[in-house]
């Protein structure tokens, strides 16, 4: 069984930095482009950043870009997002999301999400 | 980028009912289209991709066609379990985009 597990999440001040997980587990890891997806409250999908199954080429939504760095550690099945410079406007629910296909495809399995919260 | 609009933003329906949603690219797409289904404090489920492929498990009165630009998801005979929050989203290029959803609610 697909599971996808993410932690990390909390309240941070603006400015601050956070360290998103994810751990995967039920199909191989190693195989699959993964992504970050996040939606803020009473709001609709936000995709936020993807990187390729090698770790080799990573994409950035441009909200983020130069703030955020998606990393994977195949080794031990685990997907990280680190946010730095945080503001208010990234508070959201943030969840990992694999692809139906190994490469660039819609998202079959989702984690539970984990809560960001970036306030003073 | 590519800009998803999806439409309506909400929609009144009754048990038994059939409901469409469209959305369109600002570009085409061809068929990286998926559907997705959302109900409070849940993570989205995967209804359709390829933009007329049922996701396995869902039942088959969810539907979807449409190909390049404009897409639609249409619900046929309408369950109390159906009503939710659907999202189209665009798969065919980064920055993957989501269309800004439709919230499906019982008459």
């Known amino acids: 069984e697909v599971q996808l597990l993410e932690s990390g999440g909390g309240l941070v001040q603006p400015g601050g930095s956070l360290r998103l997980s994810c751990a995967a587990s039920?199909?191989?890891?190693?195989?699959?482009?993964m992504n970050w997806v996040r939606q803020g409250p009473g709001k609709g999908l936000d995709w936020v950043s993807a990187?390729?199954?090698?770790?080799?080429?990573?994409y950035y939504a441009d909200s983020v870009k130069g703030r955020f760095t998606i990393s994977r550690d195949n080794s031990k099945n685990t997907l990280f997002l680190q946010m730095n410079s945080l503001r208010a406007e990234d508070t959201a629910v943030y969840y990992c999301?694999?692809?139906?296909?190994?490469?660039?495809?819609?998202?079959?399995?989702w984690g539970q999400g984990t809560l960001v919260t970036v306030s003073s | 980028d590519i800009q998803m609009t999806q439409s309506p933003s909400s929609v009144s329906a009754s048990v038994g009912d059939r409901v469409t949603i469209t959305c369109r690219a600002s570009?085409?797409?061809?068929?990286?289209l998926a559907w997705y289904q959302q109900k409070p404090g849940k993570a989205p489920k995967l209804l359709i991709y390829?933009?007329?492929s049922l996701q396995s498990g869902v039942p088959s009165r969810f539907s979807g066609s449409g190909s390049g630009t404009d897409f639609t998801l249409t619900i046929s005979n309408l369950q109390p379990e159906d009503f939710a929050t659907y999202f189209c989203?665009?798969?065919?290029?980064?920055?993957?985009?989501f269309g800004q959803g439709t919230k499906l609610q019982i008459k």
């Open positions: 570009q085409g797409i061809s068929s990286w």
């Open positions: 390829g933009a007329s």
């Open positions: 999301a694999k692809p139906r296909d190994s490469g660039y495809d819609a998202f079959d399995y």
């Open positions: 990187i390729t199954a090698s770790g080799g080429d990573t």
């Open positions: 989203h665009q798969a065919n290029s980064f920055p993957y985009t």
């Open positions: 039920g199909f191989t890891f190693g195989s699959y482009v």
